[in-house]
């Protein structure tokens, strides 16, 4: 059975930094690609960033690039996204989601995380 | 960027009824890219369909995709309690980054 389980999430001041976790198991990890996507309360979902299996390929949302940082550790079965200088609208769930394939490409999500919350406030 | 818009936002029915949604995308979708996901209050997306008419593993036949170009649709032929959720449909054709559209609830009647 396939599971992600993401930890890492709390309250956090801006301009601050966190480190969000996503441990896999059930599956191959190095034999897919991996995203983050986050949903703020109340709304819809938005894709913050995806790595491919070997972390060759990388990519980020606008809104996000250049303040967060996306890694994988394919020994640990384990997803990283680093997020620095964090902004109240960064405020969401970021649930850990699994690619269908090694590329970054075709980018959709067949497994999800329960999520993991961040709160950005003062 | 593609900007999707869903149709209606809120979709009122009974259980038993046909549910039809629709996503429409700003530009066209290269290669029939679009998933539908649905989310119940509390839960993680579940992944219905894929390429635009795919159902993913495990997904009822109740569940079918259809559409091209700009306009996609999804139909839940005879809804179930279960199927009382919000519908997201997401483009994957110029990505990333991919987006998402803002959903369609399908609540009880």
């Known amino acids: 059975e396939v599971q992600l389980v993401e930890s890492g999430g709390g309250l956090v001041q801006p301009g601050r930094s966190l480190r969000l976790s996503c441990a896999a198991s059930g599956f191959t990890f190095d034999d897919y690609a991996m995203h983050w996507v986050r949903q703020a309360p109340g709304k819809g979902l938005e894709w913050v960033s995806g790595i491919s299996w070997n972390s060759g390929s990388i990519g980020y949302a606008d809104s996000v690039k250049g303040r967060f940082t996306i890694s994988r550790d394919n020994a640990k079965n384990s997803l990283y996204l680093q997020m620095n200088s964090l902004r109240a609208e960064d405020t969401a769930l970021y649930y850990c989601?699994?690619?269908?394939?090694?590329?970054?490409?075709?980018?959709?999500?067949?497994?999800w995380g329960q999520g993991t919350l961040v709160t950005v406030s003062s | 960027e593609i900007v999707l818009t869903q149709s209606p936002g809120t979709l009122s029915l009974s259980p038993g009824e046909r549910a039809t949604l629709s996503c429409r995308a700003s530009?066209?979708?290269?290669?029939?890219?679009l998933a539908w996901y649905q989310q119940k209050p509390g839960q993680a997306p579940r992944l219905l369909i894929y390429g635009a008419s795919s159902r993913a593993t495990g997904i009822p036949d109740r569940f079918s995709g259809s559409g091209s170009g700009t306009d996609f649709t999804l139909t839940i032929s005879r809804l179930e309690p279960e199927d009382f959720a919000v519908y997201y449909c997401?483009?994957?054709?110029?990505?990333?980054?991919?987006?998402f559209g803002p959903g369609t609830k399908v609540d009880i009647k």
């Open positions: 530009q066209s979708v290269s290669s029939s890219y």
């Open positions: 989601a699994k690619g269908v394939r090694e590329l970054l490409r075709p980018p959709f999500f067949d497994y």
């Open positions: 997401q483009q994957y054709g110029s990505s990333p980054p991919v987006t």
